[in-house]
């Protein structure tokens, strides 16, 4: 989550160049101040990564900063440690795997309520939303003590179930607002030129609002994959994702390597966030 | 009701309907009630002719849409039945009705291609390959759109998209177009052009064309027949000609064309009637028959059957005739229109008059004659 607010910063506040380029004379210029503030809170939101980053290349066998020698140690212990490579694989799995979940059924869901109006459609709504804004700690807990009833605990159908359930209101929130720019009487015309429903959504709705769509699974992607909470109450000698893995490694065992594993997640999450925006102006430009 | 299904029995066979091409299209009893007061189609009986130009003609609200979207499926009906060439359709989702249908809007799918867009409805019914090809050029160059194959809507005018959408809404050959005000959004010069366009297509391919809208102009310009609606039922079913000399009630003689109302009090029983102290003559055959809902009648005369002359005398023989003065000119171009305030009566109308004569100045005293078959005493 942290990842997408720092590149939107990033690029939003690009650092002033007063004197070099005088362009827009008719607007106020930008106040050093505003500047100031801008470029302190871009600096609050990334300093942590600008921590890690160079931590992961430290040689010391504790964490250090700033690191005394340059080495590729710590990305060494990541590949060639079962335990996190384990855990990494299982995360990218739990995450694939809930994120399709949880694109399937938000998407069905959002294009359910577009249809629906009144009371009833507001209501679900909510519903659907609720997981947003109830403390993880309340989710982890109602899930443990369901799942442990069920036989779900430490499965991988256990922490996909429930990291898709975190990932439905991304995805039916951001296909709603593709559904805004959508003309339903394109569905009469795909009707009336013999198209059943079915194949109406598959051959015009979702084409029209795949960025949504994407944009969606992605969040429900990145929600699983940084989700500790429900994940220590659920994991299992067996079962561990690369969160609980990490957090496991600096509460038992101190372990520099979280701070590569860190950084690696970091770029990956960055590049993942930045495949809609590079989707989006692949189709501008045709 | 009895007049409805007369009108639909009687009337004379439109030209274009020699060949018998296209599907024929009935309504019995059909109603669509929202449940509001009033329902929004209340039992509408129909039988659209085999090839026929078909229009829903009336003012918004008047149940036109609703009907039409009832034959394509769109909605569901509350009572009735719609039969294509005798085969109930009433429960049939829109899909498999094959019915070819233009939107106001176009409806066209902004994610794919000129071709790609009339070639949807023949992918759907999994048409080879190459045929697709053909059918799609073919009706590409019936519509004059040859060589956009490959540009998307949004890069096309408004008319161009219409054109599209029609060209996608025949290519599968459907037995019924259904246009829902298609020309609506279109500026005035692209709507003629547009309206030639679509009788030619009607003429080449033959289906049976449903057409809705508010345009009494394009109506009777487009239509074999027009079914004039008001208040969610069919007020008059016939030939633009005779809605326009024969108009059954005041809605339709107002509805379509310019008209001078006298209000009766009765029902002429006799070959004369009286208004406000006048005795006019009445040809039988001009009057319309009773309707049960409607209790008044006027005398209803078209602008252009009106004379206007100095003094009574002047009038021809065997008219009716009304002094009246006139209140206002306006110069058309090729006639003139004359604002005219009938007797004391405060009665306001219109006649229309050569554009050379120039005897008739505002203020003036005239006299405005008619000739009783040029008259319609309508419902009211």
Do not use: C
């Amino acid at each position: 989550m942290t990842s997408l607010d720092t590149r939107a910063l990033l690029t939003a506040s690009a650092p002033p160049r007063r004197g070099r380029r005088r362009r827009d004379r008719g607007v106020d210029p930008t106040p050093w101040w505003l500047s100031m503030t801008g470029a302190l809170v871009a600096m609050y939101l990334i300093l942590p990564t600008l921590f890690v980053i160079p931590m992961s290349f430290s040689s010391s066998s504790t964490f250090q900063f700033p690191p005394k020698n340059f080495s590729l140690d710590l990305y060494v212990n990541f590949f060639t440690k079962p335990v996190w490579l384990t855990s990494l694989g299982n995360s990218v799995l739990v995450a694939i795997l809930a994120a399709i979940l949880a694109t399937v059924v938000g998407t069905a869901a959002a294009v359910g309520l577009d249809r629906l109006t009144g009371r009833v459609a507001g209501l679900m709504r909510t519903l659907l939303m609720v997981s947003i804004v109830t403390p993880g700690i309340v989710i982890a807990v109602a899930v443990y003590a369901s799942f442990l009833q069920w036989h779900l605990t430490g499965s991988l159908l256990g922490y996909v179930l429930a990291h898709a359930a975190l990932g439905v209101p991304f995805v039916l929130v951001s296909v709603t607002s593709a559904l805004g720019g959508f003309d339903p009487a394109l569905l009469r015309a795909s009707a009336s030129l013999g198209a059943s429903p079915l194949r109406s959504f598959v051959r015009v709705t979702m084409p029209l609002i795949s960025r949504g769509i994407v944009t969606g699974a992605i969040f429900a992607f990145v929600t699983s994959f940084d989700e500790v909470v429900i994940a220590l109450f659920l994991r299992a000698p067996t079962f561990q994702t690369l969160p609980v893995q990490m957090y496991n490694s600096v509460t038992v065992e101190i372990d520099p390597t979280i701070s590569a594993a860190s950084s690696l997640i970091v770029v990956a999450v960055t590049i993942i966030f930045l495949v809609p925006q590079l989707v989006g102006t692949r189709k501008k430009n045709r | 009701m009895s007049i409805v299904k007369e009108a639909a029995v009687t009337q004379d066979t439109p030209a274009s309907a020699e060949v018998k091409r296209g599907t024929e299209i009935r309504l019995d009893h059909v109603t669509k009630d929202y449940g509001l007061a009033v329902p929004a189609v209340d039992d509408i009986s129909l039988t659209i002719e085999p090839g026929e130009f078909m229009t829903f003609l009336g003012p918004s609200g008047s149940g036109k849409t609703t009907t039409l979207n009832l034959i394509a499926g769109f909605e569901t009906l509350t009572a009735g039945t719609i039969a294509l060439n005798g085969t109930e359709v009433g429960s049939l989702p829109p899909h498999k009705r094959n019915l070819g249908m233009l939107f106001q809007n176009y409806a066209l799918f902004p994610h794919l291609t000129v071709a790609q867009n009339v070639a949807y409805p023949l992918r759907e019914r999994k048409l080879p390959k190459p045929e697709i090809v053909r059918k799609v050029a073919e009706v590409l160059e019936l519509v004059q759109l040859t060589g956009r194959d490959d540009n998307f809507p949004s890069q096309l005018s408004g008319g161009q998209q219409q054109r599209v959408a029609l060209a996608r809404a025949i290519v599968f050959d459907p037995k019924v177009l259904l246009l829902d005000e298609p020309l609506g959004a279109l500026d005035r010069n692209l709507r003629a052009s547009l309206q030639a366009e679509i009788r030619r297509i009607h003429r080449e391919v033959g289906s049976t064309f449903v057409f809705v809208t508010h345009d009494q102009e394009e109506a009777m310009n487009l239509s074999d027949r027009i079914a004039l609606f008001n208040a969610g039922h069919l007020e008059q079913v016939g030939t633009p000609e005779a809605l326009y000399r024969d108009p059954e009630t005041l809605f339709a003689a107002r509805f379509l064309g310019d008209s001078n109302v006298f209000e009766l009090d009765e029902r002429p029983h006799s070959a004369t009637t009286s208004w406000h102290g006048l005795t006019w003559a009445v040809a039988p055959h001009t009057v319309a028959v009773p309707r049960p809902s409607l209790s008044h009648y006027a005398v209803v005369v078209r602008p252009e059957d009106v004379n206007v002359t100095r003094s009574a005398s002047e009038a021809p023989r065997g008219t009716n005739a009304v002094p009246a003065r006139v209140r206002d000119v306006e110069f058309m171009g090729s006639y003139r229109t004359l604002m005219l305030e009938f007797g004391t009566s405060g009665v306001v109308g219109r006649a229309r008059i050569d554009a050379s004569e120039s005897q008739v100045a505002l203020g003036d005293e005239v006299v405005a004659s008619w000739s009783p078959e040029r008259q319609r005493i309508v419902a009211a």
